[in-house]
Structure formats: structure tokens, C-alpha cells
């Protein structure tokens, strides 16, 4: 249990509390913050800081693990499986508070354990697929129109501009051709799986 994978996990229990800010009503939460017509409540503020957090996080522990030779069977087992969980969890959050449609997520998750299971099968060839350019701008778009999403299109919001749902469907559409890419570049993986 090396700091890479404590770092993963401390992503993983991350989750389950940011959850439960964005969906428990407490009851004692103060007025949302309220400027010239935008309202955003404190719980999907703090559900936003925490979720910047965990998503931050993604890209230190496998740093730290490259740099110093820290890379183990869990951590490749843990790291991919903490990234789909946490977009899982928020998108699921999102779809009950009704800020985001429900085929985007399906759409995005469906991909995102998709790929995580093309991966695991090259693990068991003992080969390691990295992500791919478009797989880097997914994520990080993904992570964007997430955030825009819990704090209500803020600042955009006073431009008129619906920058949250523009960014979650292009978060869609690049999650789509990432992931077909991913097979595309990958298929002698499912050729090898099948013998």
C-alpha cells in the first residue's frame, strides 16, 4: 500500500462524501449564494471543491507512481476503476437533480467501464494500453462541463451563454469517438480474447 494507491484511495472514499452533500438535505444548509438572479446553494458548491479534488488527484498518483517506480497490479487495478467511479457517481447525482439527461450518462459510463474492461483484458496479456490524446481531452472536458454543471453555468450564466449543456454533450460526443477510437486501435485485444 504505497502512497499512489493511498492517494486512489483516498479518491475512492471521496466519493460517497461528495454524494452526500450534493443529495442529503440536511435542512441546515444557509440561503444559497444569490447575486443579481444566480442562486447556487452551498451543498453543490462544496460537492464541486470535492469533486475538483478527487478529479486533481487522477493524475498525481500515477505520476508519483511513474516517477518512482511505485507502479503495482493494484494500483493499475485501482487507478481506472476510481476515475469511472467518481464520473459514475456524479453523473448519476446529476441525473436526479435533473441537470443532466440521462442518455448522456448512460452514454458516458457505458463507455468509460467499456474501456476499463478492454484494458483489463490487456492487463492479462501483460500489456498495458495507455490512453490516447483523444481519451486526455475527454477527460478533461468531461471535468469541466461536470463542474459547470454543479455551480450552475457560473459565470456564464450572466453572458446568457448555456455553457454547462454545451459542454456536457460535447463532453458526449468526444466521449463517444474517444471510446471508438479506443476499440478501433485496440481490436487485436478482443481477436486475442476470443481464442
Given at each position: ?8 484511495l ?64 493494484l ?44 484494458r ?27 463542474v ?12 446568457g ?35
Open positions: 500500500m504505497n502512497l499512489p494507491n493511498r492517494i486512489t483516498a479518491r475512492i472514499c471521496l466519493i460517497p462524501i461528495m454524494m452526500v452533500f450534493l443529495l442529503v438535505d440536511f435542512g441546515f444548509y444557509p440561503d444559497p449564494i444569490a447575486w443579481h438572479g444566480f442562486e447556487l446553494p452551498y451543498n453543490q458548491l462544496i460537492a464541486a471543491l470535492i469533486f475538483i479534488l478527487a478529479a486533481s488527484t487522477d493524475g498525481i498518483d500515477g505520476y508519483l507512481a511513474r516517477k518512482n517506480n511505485m507502479v503495482t497490479n494500483g493499475k487495478l485501482l487507478d481506472p476503476l476510481a476515475d469511472k467511479l467518481l464520473v459514475a457517481a456524479i453523473l448519476i447525482s446529476l441525473v436526479e437533480m435533473g441537470k443532466c439527461d440521462s442518455w448522456i450518462a448512460v452514454v458516458i459510463i457505458s463507455r468509460e467501464f467499456a474501456v476499463t474492461g478492454l483489463q483484458i490487456a492487463l492479462l496479456d501483460g500489456a498495458v494500453v495507455a490512453a490516447g490524446q483523444s481519451g486526455k481531452i475527454k477527460t478533461v472536458i468531461q471535468i469541466v462541463a461536470i459547470a454543471l454543479l455551480i450552475n453555468n457560473f459565470p456564464f450564466v450572466f453572458l451563454i448555456p455553457f454547462d449543456i454545451i459542454a456536457i454533450w460535447a463532453a458526449a460526443a468526444i466521449t463517444i469517438y474517444s471510446g471508438i477510437e479506443y476499440f478501433v486501435k485496440n481490436r487485436h485485444l478482443l481477436d486475442g480474447a476470443g481464442a
